[in-house]
């Protein structure tokens, strides 16, 4: 079974707009981390935004939010006001086992539109 | 302050041929990590290690080996190199407290085997 869930391939959204991009995750572990990467066409590996599985705020980050629920294993993340800058590949990512082992959804493309 | 450096950024290679990426970081990062990224798709998980001496296998481990004999560095050593291995290697490390967890990445090492 996929550990993380990504099930929109591209997205679009128009510029000032709030977007969520999806994201579940399957782990049996009580103790978890998860992530949002921001990876732009120049390829390089941005990181957004963290959330610990016993956090019980969701965690912030200027214009990002992660919506955590945790009984639906979702990491939703939510970009708000919508930049052009923004249109880029998200990935979500995971760590467990231990906080050891991290891996990665297929992502998402999100493309922002003037 | 290089943070994690990779090299090669390019290479080609011919089938059945070998060789090693190397990846360092100076950050006194316990945790280190090699994915691949193929084309339009998220990360996957070669192999990763908690600390020197020590490595595991990720998601998809077959046709690479990895060593770790000091903290700062973290090859990934390919053997006959096939086509199916050509991709976008990245290493990446972090702090081994978990609940903190940004990955911090080098710059991608581009493979392509002929």
């Known amino acids: 079974a996929q550990k993380i869930t990504q099930t929109q391939p591209g997205m679009f959204v128009q510029e000032k707009e709030a977007v969520t991009l999806d994201c579940t995750y399957d782990t049996s572990d009580q103790s978890y981390g998860l992530f949002w990467y921001k990876q732009p066409s120049s390829g390089e590996m941005i990181f957004l935004i963290y959330q610990g599985s016993y956090d019980e705020q969701n965690a912030t980050e200027g214009r990002y939010s992660l919506n955590f629920q945790k009984a639906r294993k979702s990491a939703n993340l939510v970009i708000s006001a919508s930049q052009l800058g923004d249109s880029a590949m998200y990935f979500c990512a995971m760590n467990d086992e231990g906080y050891q082992k991290v891996t990665f959804g297929i992502g998402t493309k999100l493309q922002v539109i003037p | 302050n290089a943070g994690v450096t990779q090299t090669p950024k390019f290479r080609i290679l011919k089938i059945g041929q070998s060789m090693t990426l190397q990846c360092t970081q100076d950050?006194?990062?316990?945790?280190m990590y090699w994915y691949r990224q193929d084309p339009g798709m998220g990360l996957k998980l070669i192999y990763y290690?908690?600390?020197?001496?020590?490595?595991d296998k990720g998601e998809v481990p077959n046709g690479y080996n990895v060593s770790r004999s000091t903290t700062e560095d973290f090859p990934l050593r390919l053997e006959l190199a096939a086509p199916s291995q050509t991709s976008v290697y990245f290493c990446?490390?972090?702090?081994?407290?978990?609940?903190?967890?940004?990955?911090?990445f080098g710059e991608g090492s581009r493979l392509t085997v002929l």
């Open positions: 290690s908690v600390g020197a001496g020590i490595t």
């Open positions: 950050m006194n990062h316990n945790y």
């Open positions: 990446a490390s972090s702090y081994s407290i978990g609940n903190t967890g940004e990955l911090f």
